[in-house]
C-alpha cells in the first residue's frame, strides 16, 4: 500500500461543474495536508494547505479533511477550463517528511 | 523575489557523460530539496538538506548521483556517468523553517535531462 493514495484519473469535468480530487494517507501521525497543482511541462505550485479535521476555503477552492477516516479532498467550484492540471497531494507525516501521492489529472470541458 | 532558480533548463548529453544540475533557493529558507519525476514514478525525493547539512540521501539511486550545498545559496546534482534511464525532470524546491507542520515547499522550474 502506498503511503498517499490518489486516483491517476483522468477526471474529467464540465466547465462550470464541481470537482472533486480525493487523496487517502496511511499514516495516523500525519500532521498536514498540501494541495498542488502541475500545469503540463511547468513545476508543482502550492494551491492550499490543511492540518484541522474540516473544511478550509479559499476562493473556489476547498480542501477537506478527515483525520478519522484518513481521507483529504480538494474541490474546485465553477469549474474552469484554466483548472485543467494534475493536482498532487502531499502529506506531511509523523516523522516530518513530505509524502507525495501520484497526481490526479483533471480535464475540464468546455 | 525571484523564486527557486535552476539551470540549465534543458540539457541533452549522451550515455556515459557527467551531467551537472544546479540550483539557488529561496533566500532565507532553511532546507533544500531535490526531486526527479517522470510518467511510471511520479515525483520522487532524491535528497535534502537542512543548513546546508545533508540529512537524507536514501532516495538518491545509486553511487552515480551526488549532491552538495557549498552554501545558503547554492546547491548541485551531480550524476556521473549519466544512463538513459536518468532521463526525467528534476525539480529543485526550497522551504523555510518556522517549526510549524505547514512549512511550505517552493519549486523551481526544473530541469529537463534527456540522456541519449
Known amino acids: 500500500q502506498k503511503e498517499v493514495e490518489q486516483n491517476s484519473g483522468p477526471l474529467s469535468v464540465p466547465e462550470g461543474a464541481i470537482a472533486s480530487l480525493n487523496c487517502t494517507y496511511s499514516?495516523?501521525?500525519?500532521?498536514?495536508f498540501f494541495w498542488y497543482r502541475q500545469y503540463s511541462g511547468k513545476s508543482p505550485e502550492l494551491i492550499m494547505f490543511?492540518?484541522s479535521n474540516g473544511d478550509k476555503e479559499d476562493g473556489r477552492f476547498t480542501a477537506q479533511l478527515n483525520k478519522a477516516s484518513q481521507y483529504v479532498s480538494l474541490l474546485i467550484r465553477d469549474s474552469q477550463p484554466s483548472d485543467s492540471a494534475t493536482y498532487l497531494c502531499?502529506?506531511?507525516?509523523?516523522?516530518?517528511?513530505?509524502?507525495w501521492g501520484a497526481g490526479t489529472k483533471l480535464i475540464i470541458k468546455p | 523575489d525571484a523564486g527557486v532558480i535552476q539551470s540549465p533548463r534543458h540539457e541533452v548529453t549522451e550515455m556515459g557523460q557527467e551531467v551537472t544540475l544546479r540550483c539557488k533557493p529561496i533566500s532565507g529558507h532553511d532546507y533544500l530539496f531535490w526531486y526527479r519525476q517522470t510518467m511510471m514514478r511520479g515525483l520522487e525525493l532524491l535528497i535534502y538538506f537542512n543548513n546546508n547539512v545533508p540529512i537524507d540521501d536514501s532516495g538518491m539511486p545509486e553511487d552515480r548521483f551526488s549532491a552538495k550545498m557549498p552554501n545558503a545559496s547554492f546547491s548541485t546534482l551531480k550524476i556521473q556517468p549519466s544512463e538513459p534511464r536518468d532521463s526525467a525532470v528534476y525539480f529543485c524546491?526550497?522551504?523555510?523553517?518556522?517549526?510549524?507542520?505547514?512549512?511550505?515547499?517552493?519549486f523551481g522550474p526544473g530541469t529537463r535531462l534527456t540522456v541519449l
Open positions: 502531499a502529506v506531511r507525516n509523523s516523522n516530518y517528511q513530505l509524502i
Open positions: 499514516d495516523r501521525g500525519s500532521q498536514s
Open positions: 524546491a526550497s522551504s523555510p523553517y518556522s517549526g510549524g507542520s505547514t512549512d511550505t515547499q517552493y
Open positions: 490543511i492540518y
